[in-house]
T-cell receptor, first 110, second 116 residues
């Protein structure tokens, strides 16, 4: 069973702080990793993807991948109330299929 | 990013009726599309992989006769919920791998089905 684990939260951070979201996966052969943001009642929206060990930055978002530890994280700098949402970690297990974690709910307070 | 549309966005139907949901890739071709369902406060559950020109591949536990999938063209996949019952009420979302190299998937806006 290929699994993706996330802490369900909620993770509460004040506006302007750094939010750190974590994800672990079980399939050591996984090659690409994705972070999606989902607002309540809406479908997931792709934020970032990463496939190489290390960091990948895009604006206020940084994805980090450590394949040896089977660990992916997403950092959100200068968190804004509009960042409040559920963040889904997804892993490509082959044949273009994604396995999703249960998501971490982020609450950014003004 | 690539754009995926879904129609309808919301549907309410009586128990026993069938409901068809359309998923379209608007600015790219998709030989493969995926159908998910999501219950409140739960993660996405992959139901099936829709394959253009061949039969859909269903995940374990998903009734293929209940959830009919047709991938009619390179830009259109449909999901038909047959003889819907209240327990089929859910948020149904389709996705398609974009034209990029790393198979990032783009999601449609979803269809909220309520069966009375």
């Amino acid at each position: 069973q290929k699994e993706v684990e996330q802490n369900s939260g909620p993770l509460s951070v004040p506006e302007g702080a750094i939010a750190s979201l974590n994800c672990t996966y079980s399939d050591r052969g996984s090659q690409s990793f994705f972070w999606y943001r989902q607002y309540s009642g809406k479908s997931p929206e792709l934020i970032m993807f990463i496939y190489s060990n290390g960091d990948k930055e895009d604006g206020r978002f940084t994805a980090q991948l450590n394949k040896a530890s089977q660990y992916v994280s997403l950092l959100i700098r200068d968190s804004q109330p509009s960042d409040s949402a559920t963040y889904l970690c997804a892993v490509n297990t082959g044949f273009q299929k994604l396995v999703f974690g249960t998501g971490t709910r982020l609450l950014v307070s003004p | 990013g690539a754009v995926v549309s879904q129609h309808p966005s919301r549907v309410i139907c009586k128990s026993g009726t069938s409901v068809k949901i359309e998923c379209r890739s608007l600015d790219f071709q998709a030989t493969t599309m995926f159908w998910y369902r999501q219950f409140p406060k739960k993660s996405l559950m992959l139901m099936a992989t829709s394959n253009e020109g061949s039969k859909a591949t269903y995940e374990q536990g998903v009734e293929k006769d209940k959830f009919l999938i047709n991938h009619a063209s390179l830009t259109l996949s449909t999901l038909t919920v047959t003889s819907a019952h209240p327990e089929d009420s859910s948020f149904y979302i389709c996705s398609a791998p974009g034209p990029g190299f790393y198979d990032e998937q783009f999601f449609g806006p979803g269809t909220r089905l309520t069966v009375l």
